[in-house]
């Protein structure tokens, strides 16, 4: 038993050594909790003279718009900033459309439409599904009619369970979309002011039938909808938007605030990081009976393109979040004088991590460990508890649990051999094999 706790001790500070070495985290990510694994192909800093090709690509040809044209000259680098531009340019471009008649959902047929703006998207040649994801981004001055979004999105369909009714055929998570002035009421024309960013979900279902289904946020605010009124305008400075892709729940921060979390039902796909500029209703018109966006010849300025016109990205960051614990309030635990005749209830933190859970294999889900230790490490286990319901199948992914450890049997610190103190060790078996325990070691605490 000695043996097995002294090569998890050794374990534990190869964890410590590790997790220190990793410095990198987002905004708001507080050292000693989450560990983190960077995603340098889905990160850059953006201080090189071109665009890096190895990680990104503009105008990426599976991303076609019917009201404006997505062109590689409107994206660039410049002073260490990816720039995204939109410029009024009459031009002509062909079209599959296949609503040509007027009638929606018909066969298509290629036509030559006009169009009256420019805008660019850059999009990272590799996908993943769960992570972190976190850019620092700076509007556009002009207001309304430009939507600078971050977002995410697949684009390996048609799927091989294409045919499977209620499987997936399209997933987008939307970090956020800047500026949208969207119509929420009460009246028709109410538009949002420009502090309100929009932090959506979108999918493509099958039904019964086989055939596919658009699923929008608006007709399902409760599981896709998320807006937040921002206490600063987004056009004025650079600002950092962040989204985690869990397994069980989607979570949504600004300025490494969290801002809301929705159950994660259909976003599973391995989907692409992506910049754009989107036109908005101001510039652009929908076309009820097409149920799409076309331009519109009687909106059409030039004033502030491209110069007020061009969002500005400062750096963009992708991480794994490694199966993770830690303690609630570990200093106070530490600073303050534990009685043997009163239990200790301890909140334990945990992430399974982004690809992994809380498995039910050794310790039932978590542990929290009293051990007494000495210079040389631990000595022995004096009190020890668990909690199972963090491997329930709902609970697995990450949260809290309190645990309570019973002290009537342990001896007093006073009484202890000379050098040898008392800690708390909390720990978790990971699917994927391994144990997890904390990054800082909690203070000597003290027991009478």
């Not at 097995?4 to 410590?16: D, H, P, V």
């Not at 690509?57 to 900033?81: C, M, R």
């Not at 399902?220 to 950092?240: E, K, V």
């Not at 909690?387 to 809290?400: E, Q």
Request: hydrophobic fraction near 35%.
């Amino acid at each position: 038993m000695k043996t097995k706790i002294l090569r998890s001790a050794l374990l534990f500070g190869a964890c410590l050594t590790q997790v220190n070495a990793q410095i990198s985290r987002p905004v708001g990510a507080i050292e000693g909790q989450l560990h983190w694994q960077i995603l340098e192909n889905r990160s850059d800093d953006f201080n090189a003279n071109l665009l890096d090709s190895s990680k990104w690509v503009s105008a990426p040809k599976d991303l076609v718009i019917g009201a404006w044209t997505f062109d590689k000259n409107n994206s660039y680098i410049e002073n260490g900033k990816l720039k995204i531009k939109a410029t009024q340019e009459t031009h002509t471009r062909w079209f599959n459309d296949s609503c040509w008649d007027g009638k929606a959902g018909g066969p298509a047929k290629r036509v030559e439409r006009t169009l009256y703006y420019k805008s660019g998207a850059v999009k990272s040649l590799t996908d993943g599904v769960y992570g972190y994801y976190e850019a620092k981004i700076k509007g556009v001055e002009v207001f309304p009619g430009l939507s600078p979004a971050f977002w995410l999105y697949s684009d390996g369909h048609p799927y091989d369970d294409r045919n499977v009714p209620g499987s997936v055929d399209y997933s987008e998570i939307d970090i956020v979309e800047l500026q949208q002035a969207d119509w929420h009421g009460p009246g028709p024309d109410d538009a949002d002011p420009i502090n309100v960013t929009d932090h959506n979900l979108h999918a493509r279902l099958v039904n019964e039938n086989g055939q596919t289904f658009w699923r929008r946020p608006k007709p399902y605010p409760d599981a896709q909808l998320l807006q937040y009124h921002a206490p600063f305008d987004p056009s004025a400075d650079y600002h950092t938007y962040a989204v985690e892709n869990r397994k069980d729940r989607i979570f949504w921060y600004v300025d490494g605030k969290l801002i809301g979390s929705k159950k994660n039902l259909y976003w599973h796909r391995p989907m692409h990081l992506i910049f754009s500029m989107g036109l908005r209703r101001q510039l652009i018109k929908y076309n009820g009976n097409c149920q799409r966006a076309d331009p519109n010849p009687n909106t059409v300025t030039s004033v502030g393109f491209p110069e007020k016109a061009t969002m500005s990205i400062d750096y963009v960051k992708s991480w794994k979040v490694l199966p993770s614990i830690w303690l609630e309030n570990l200093a106070d635990i530490a600073n303050n004088t534990l009685k043997k005749d009163t239990p200790l209830t301890v909140k334990v933190h945990y992430h399974g991590g982004s690809d992994h859970y809380v498995s039910t294999e050794k310790y039932g889900g978590i542990r929290l460990n009293l051990v007494e230790k000495n210079h040389s490490g631990i000595v022995k286990i004096v009190a020890s508890a668990s909690n199972t319901s963090a491997a329930n199948h709902d609970k697995k992914y990450g949260g809290v649990v309190e645990i309570t450890l019973d002290l009537t049997n342990v001896t007093a610190t006073t009484h202890l051999p000379d050098g040898h103190y008392y800690t708390l060790a909390p720990v978790f078996r990971s699917s994927n094999g391994e144990d997890v325990y904390l990054t800082e070691p909690v203070n000597p605490l003290t027991i009478e």
